[in-house]
């Protein structure tokens, strides 16, 4: 559900940088071969067990020295590179199982190959270049393309191919699918309860006070009388609770004003000052509306039950593609969507967009819950 925050893009590296780069690529040269030798020396000791121990150990340190790579190749591009990895399920052996039968392991194995021979090469020119002063014009003119295409290469190696990704992706789908559905169906057992003992309960007391009252009408009209009014009492609670459930399955303010206007509302609703800082085009399509807008309502029920803060504030925001919300407090913190029902449902609701949702609420506060949905504004 949380996730690192997305790295930005930033320029490609100029002269001085790439050459920076490709000195640290020289200094490298050397943990890069003897992770290469280890790797190798623990898979062929797999045979007798101490093998294994020792990949448990080289892996991850294989992982880090590629990942910096992976940064420097990010950067002499300017063009961030995600993580790769398959998640880890944790525990030392299934683990080690995950990363041995990782795509990205064997690629990272090959590219270690490339980073010992020609990868090395093309740094160790571009450094050569810089310092023989003969060979400045050639510095000059060189080292960015040179360096530019020893970080394409990187690139390749180090990231997810389409097939990769596709994978990825349709796991992903699968996941969020099955969540989703687990959440309709947790909904339905709520409206069901929620019509059972409500209006159901209600509706059949009114119908057996008017029929008692049926049969008084003759012997004793004034019981009947009281009897219907019982009955028109009981029948407008169970108006209300209809009202109720209704407001819970697809809220009447949502149609009417929109999300702002929904947002707005729930703001004022609250003990707590909420600020607000809305910027959305007029309508988004009506189920991205409705799962925001809960996702807001579950926060801010959140922060006044939860929090004891003093201010809340509420940001959304839509740049045309994507819609991205904060709703945070000034609070106690401790926000923990494992412990109970509403942000894992928020989280669920979410998912079924392609929304991501991530919540950074340390001991001391703030408590910040914030949200990504991809999604167009609708006509
Ligand atoms: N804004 C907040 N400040 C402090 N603690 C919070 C905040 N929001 C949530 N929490 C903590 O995180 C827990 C999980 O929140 P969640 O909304 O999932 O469940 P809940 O509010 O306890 O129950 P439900 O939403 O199902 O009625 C809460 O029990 C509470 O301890
Ligand atoms: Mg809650």
Not at 116 to 138: I, K, R
Not at 189 to 209: F, K
């Amino acid at each position: 559900m949380s996730r690192p925050p997305e790295p930005l893009p930033a320029p490609p590296a100029g002269r001085w940088a790439a050459t920076g780069y490709a000195a640290l690529h020289v200094l490298l040269f050397v943990p890069v071969v003897l992770t290469f030798v280890l790797v190798k020396v623990s898979a062929v000791l797999v045979v007798v067990w101490v093998g294994i121990l020792l990949l448990a150990g080289v892996l991850p340190a294989m992982r880090g020295l590629v990942g910096l790579h992976r940064g420097i190749a990010a950067r002499v591009l300017g063009t961030p590179l995600a993580s790769p990895y398959r998640p880890l399920p944790g525990g030392l052996l299934r683990d080690l199982h995950v990363r041995a039968t990782d795509p990205m392991t064997w690629r990272e194995l090959l590219w270690m190959l490339w980073a010992m021979t020609f990868g090395f090469v093309a740094s160790l020119l571009a450094v050569v270049l810089f310092l023989g002063v003969v060979t400045w014009p050639l510095w000059w003119y060189g080292v960015g393309p040179l360096m530019r295409a020893r970080a394409t290469v990187d690139r390749a190696v180090l990231t997810v191919g389409r097939t990769e990704r596709l994978e990825k992706r349709v796991r992903a789908l699968t996941e969020s699918r099955a969540v989703v559905v687990d959440h309709s169906a947790a909904e339905l057992r709520r409206i069901e309860r929620d019509l059972h003992d409500g209006p159901q309960a209600r509706l059949a007391a009114v119908s057996l006070s008017l029929g008692l009252a049926d049969d008084l009408f003759e012997t004793d009209p004034e019981a009947a009388r009281r009897l219907v009014n019982e009955a028109r009492g009981t029948s407008s609670a169970a108006l209300g609770e209809l009202r109720d459930v209704v407001r819970g399955i697809h809220p009447p303010v949502l149609a009417d004003r929109g999300l702002t206007g929904a947002v707005s509302a729930l703001a004022i609703d609250m003990a707590v000052p909420v600020e607000l800082a809305l910027d959305l085009p007029d309508r988004l399509p009506a189920p991205v509306e409705s799962a925001v807008y809960f996702a807001v309502a579950e926060c801010l029920a959140n922060t006044a039950k939860h929090a004891a803060a003093d201010q809340s504030w509420v940001s959304l925001r839509h740049d045309g593609r994507v819609l991205r919300a904060e709703v945070g407090d000034d609070g106690r913190g401790g926000a923990d969507p494992r412990s109970g029902s509403g942000l894992p449902g928020v989280a669920a609701r979410l998912a079924a967009f392609d929304g991501i949702m991530s919540v950074s609420s340390p001991p001391g506060g703030p408590t910040v819950v914030s949200w990504e949905v991809p999604c167009a504004p609708s006509a």
